[in-house]
């Protein structure tokens, strides 16, 4: 996993509330079996205006010019700011998969669907949930200012708008130390090895019909 | 001092060990592995040379890509056959235990789980799905999760969790006609798609208990739609009664061991939660979702809600947007929707009982003309097989109703059952986003009954007039 440590982005908006893993990436891009290249197809539905199917060439298809995305100033965007419940739905990884590969590394929203939030630290994805206002807030800045760009330090776990202010946000100590590090959290489970079997000898104890 | 929640005794009985943070390290009892989220975990064990911890807690089989039609050809699609494939390789490759395509114990994850006896009162479950909420109904903890958690359950037996927060939804009695389907949508109606985020919620009350254990899953099921990734119910006689003699169920000489310590899987009398919701279940009516997010539901009788009375500017342009997609007038009539298709199945409501409550309202009648197609697709090769045997299958097809193989289907339109674009389909499924069905297409979820009541019908109909 790629570090997380501070990153110096573009902002795209993504004015939708309850936005949908199903809309992240659409289930004809799941039957792949591999972790990467899904990058293209993020928002197939709303970005293209033909249907799309694995195995396409992207360069090719008819793309939707009214979607956020595709606009001239959000090229190169790598935080995206949402509304409430962003990423509901399904468990599937290639949501942010898909967000990862297109160059998103920052989501910004009120709020977010708990398997997806947690599915984005396991990619160097930081989730940050800030209040509604603020969210509001820099809504409005984005659009109004064309090639808004925000600071995102982890370590201090501040974003700083153009004109200096900054904002905290909150994040798990452990989540944290993952992500600054690039730390596969396999690694760090198996250092407990000993703490799982003495588990299992107790459990077994307990409840045979389990093992 | 306060008692504990049924997830705090949940939490307790599999923390392995905690962070300073709080974060925990959690035993798994039992995983389910599908083709479309495990690809990709099999491959980093494989690249890191790990092996799984314990196989015997694995149960997998393929359900997203199959075909439901006749299955001896195997999968046309190149692209769901080499997933399935890769799955078939990988459980040969680690030794995972495995109900392949052909084996009559293949079905949706959700339902051959609980149909085997693999889920048992008091696990921890988890699969790379959301829906394995599902087994919550058991008085288990089951969530899903995501692929990299896979291959972090499949290396290590555990799972870094940090605990969520207690949330109690009680039911009263609901009237008759209500189903388990009706009382979850409400739910969904009441609390919202967020309402339950951060939450491991318990359903709680007699609207709920007095479910048989497919009620109780069609709830936990969709528990996610509520924003919660488990959705619990304590263990009652319902629950051991169905779980007794059970392939995977403890054997004869355990079996009174176990069901004395599940005795214990309920709230404390004086538990906390952080937060409780109490549903009216005598107002419940049959429902019908009208948008592209399961919260948007009404009951049969009502109109479709009109984005002018909304005051929020978020909801109401995510109301306008729906409206749009759907297809629909505000204020329409429910009732006066004609149907398209016809969806009976998924891990939602695909089970034995959910076949036999759509039967009932098909049997001697015909699927009307203005249907162009309404499919029944039973959740495991079993449920299909005790379908048969009690003659559903030829109440279906006398109807004009499909009949076919085991699998998810179009609930998610990723093998070859899908909605063309403008399709209006009445639905058993779970969810109502934009595309899920097919592009274009446009899902209203309803219970079995209404589903069938629609088919031959050929517009939403409250069962209770038929
Ligand atoms: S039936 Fe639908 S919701 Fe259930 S596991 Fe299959 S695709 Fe997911």
Redesign the pocket.
């Known amino acids: 996993m790629e570090k997380f440590t501070v990153l110096t982005g573009i902002v795209a908006p993504m004015d939708r509330a309850n936005v949908d893993t199903d809309a992240i990436i659409p289930k004809q891009f799941l039957k792949s079996i591999k972790r990467s290249g899904f990058g293209p197809n993020l928002f197939d539905e709303w970005r293209y205006l033909d249907h799309g199917e694995p195995g396409m060439d992207n360069s090719k298809r008819p793309l939707n010019e009214d979607f956020t995305l595709n606009q001239p100033r959000y090229q190169g965007a790598s935080v995206l700011i949402a509304r409430e419940n962003f990423g509901c739905g ?1 468990s599937r990884e290639h949501a942010p998969w898909a967000l990862e590969d297109y160059g998103f590394r920052v989501i910004i929203a009120p709020t977010f669907a708990d398997i997806f939030y947690n599915n984005c630290f396991k990619n160097g994805i930081l989730p940050i949930k800030l209040d509604e206002s603020i969210v509001d807030e820099l809504f409005q800045q984005t659009f109004a200012t064309e090639g808004y760009q925000l600071v995102v330090d982890l370590e201090a776990q501040t974003i700083t708008r153009p004109d200096g202010s900054s904002i905290s946000f909150d994040v798990d100590a452990f989540r944290k130390y993952c992500l600054l590090n690039g730390l596969d959290d396999i690694g760090l489970t198996l250092k407990h090895v000993d703490d799982i079997k003495s588990y299992e000898d107790k459990r077994k104890q307990q409840a045979p019909w389990l093992f | 001092m306060a008692g504990k929640t049924l997830y705090d005794k949940l939490w307790d009985a599999h923390v392995v060990r905690t962070e300073e943070d709080g974060t925990g390290l959690l035993y798994i009892d039992r995983h389910l592995v ?1 083709e479309v989220t495990s690809p990709q975990a099999f491959e980093g064990l494989r690249i890191a040379g790990r092996k799984p911890w314990r196989t015997d807690t694995i149960v997998a089989t393929p ?2 890509n199959v075909p439901t039609t006749d299955r001896s050809k195997g999968i046309e699609d190149p692209i769901s056959r080499l997933q399935v494939e890769t799955l078939d390789a990988n459980v040969k490759e680690f030794g995972v235990p495995y109900f392949p395509m052909d084996d009559i114990r293949q079905g ?3 339902v051959i789980g609980p149909e085997e006896g693999a889920t048992l009162p008091g696990m921890t479950v988890v699969c790379g ?3 394995t909420s599902t087994h919550g109904a058991f008085g288990a903890l089951a969530h899903g999760i995501g692929t990299s958690e896979v291959e972090h359950v499949l290396a290590t037996q555990c799972l870094v969790q940090k605990k969520m927060k207690n949330m109690k939804v009680a039911v009263s009695k609901t009237g008759p006609g209500v189903t388990a389907k009706d009382i979850v949508l409400a739910i969904i109606g009441e609390i919202g798609t967020a309402g339950g985020t951060g939450y491991a919620i318990e359903f709680a009350g007699e609207g709920i208990t007095d479910l048989s254990m497919e009620g109780r899953m069609t709830v936990s ?1 969709m528990a996610i739609e509520g924003g919660a990734r488990a959705g619990m119910i304590a263990v009652d006689q319902t629950t051991i009664d169905y779980v007794k003699g059970r392939p995977y169920a403890p054997k004869p000489e355990l079996w009174d061991q176990a069901v004395a310590a599940w005795q214990d899987l309920k709230s404390d009398e004086n538990a906390v939660f952080d937060h409780v919701v109490e549903i009216d279940g005598s107002q419940i009516q049959p429902q019908v979702t009208w948008g592209t997010s399961p919260e948007m539901v009404v009951g049969v009788n009502a109109r479709v809600p009109d984005p002018a009375n909304e005051a929020d500017s978020v909801k109401k342009a995510g109301m306008e947007r729906a409206l749009e997609y759907m297809g629909l007038e505000a204020n329409t009539s429910i009732s006066d929707i004609p149907v398209d298709v016809v969806f009976i ?4 409501n ?1 089970r034995i009982e959910d076949l036999r409550a759509a039967a009932e309202v098909a049997k001697g009648r015909k699927v009307v003309d203005s249907v162009k197609q309404a499919l029944v697709v039973p ?1 495991s090769g079993l449920v299909k097989q005790q379908a048969e045997e009690e003659g559903l299958d030829k109440i279906f097809i006398e109807a004009g109703f499909e009949w076919r193989e085991p ?3 179009m ?2 339109a ?1 093998n070859a059952d899908r909605l063309e674009s403008g399709d209006r389909c009445a639905s058993t ?3 109502n986003f934009e595309g899920r069905q097919g592009q274009g297409g446009r899902t209203h979820l309803v219970s079995p009954a209404m589903a069938a009541a629609a088919a031959v019908t050929g517009t939403f109909t409250d069962v209770r007039s038929l």
């Open positions: 399904s | 599908h359900d997203h949706i994850v959700h799905d959301s829906h099921n199945g998924s891990c939602t695909s959740g699998g998810c289907s609930c998610l990723m499924s779970n969810r």
